[in-house]
């Protein structure tokens, strides 16, 4: 069990910034990751449809070996991962926006959160802000339509830009100095979001303490890979390949297929 793969899925290729922490922090585990483009964004359907596709995705990694799944989407963790961790036999990783350390250390009592509806809605969400974030202004921000133009690899289009300044704007004339990224694919956009931004407010998105937690949690499970050659990753897509590779040209030992699922 120890060499089988870490799995880890997401609508879409957002999931590769989680992913890319991962294999940063466990350069020898080998991956497989599960970009479900066909169905993205998962924020804009029902709970049940995104407990359905979850339970599909997690069938698909485990058949082919992994040892633990990493759901690397805000909307699938928030709606699906108590059935997932009821209904399989390994350990799952869920993420989460990142709303503690935003409001324990915010200064100007103002955050935002850029994320989709199907976050915002979720229960797990407003129960975390009520419990962290309710002495402090909390922003919140559905990002549509910006999924659909990562997936289509028009970060740099100008209805990106557009669709930015739109959503910021009215965080910036608030005064937030945290800015929470509640979604996976979110954290690509960092370097445009700057831009509008500026230095004064900081980003915080999950990648860092995900990995962390599945580094954590494969050393308690003694599924570490002892191995001391690098790790091999296999990602497939359900659609189009181009903005796949195009996000993850530079990482070592790697295959890319599109299949059918």
Known sequence: MKENPI?????GVGGTSIWKEIIHRLPYENTLYLADSKNAPYGNKSKQE???????NSEILINKGA?????????????????????????????EPAIKPAA??????????????????????????????????????????????????????????????????????HHIDYLVLGCSHYPYLIP????????????????????????????????????STPGEHYLMSNSNTNTLHHLVKEVSNITVEQVNF
């Open 7 to 11: 799995g880890v899925f997401d609508s």
């Open 50 to 56: 995104i407990i359905d596709i979850c339970l599909k």
């Open 67 to 95: 040892k633990i799944i990493v759901v690397a989407c805000n909307t699938a963790t928030t709606n699906a991962i108590d059935i997932l961790r009821k209904t399989f036999d390994i350990p799952f990783i869920g993420i």
């Open 104 to 173: 324990l250390a915010t200064l100007t009592k103002a955050i935002g959160i850029l994320a989709t509806k199907g976050t915002l809605s979720s229960d797990l969400f407003h129960k975390t802000t009520k419990e962290f974030a309710s002495n402090i202004l909390v922003i919140e921000q559905e990002g549509t339509g910006l999924v659909p133009l990562i997936e289509n690899n028009l970060i740099d289009s100008l209805e990106m830009e557009l669709l930015l300044q739109k959503y910021l704007k009215p965080m910036i004339a």
């Open 192 to 227: 445009k979001i700057k831009e509008i931004i500026g230095d004064d407010v900081t980003i915080i998105d999950s990648g860092f303490a995900v990995a962390k937690q599945t580094e954590k949690i494969l050393s308690e499970q003694l599924l570490l890979n002892n191995n």
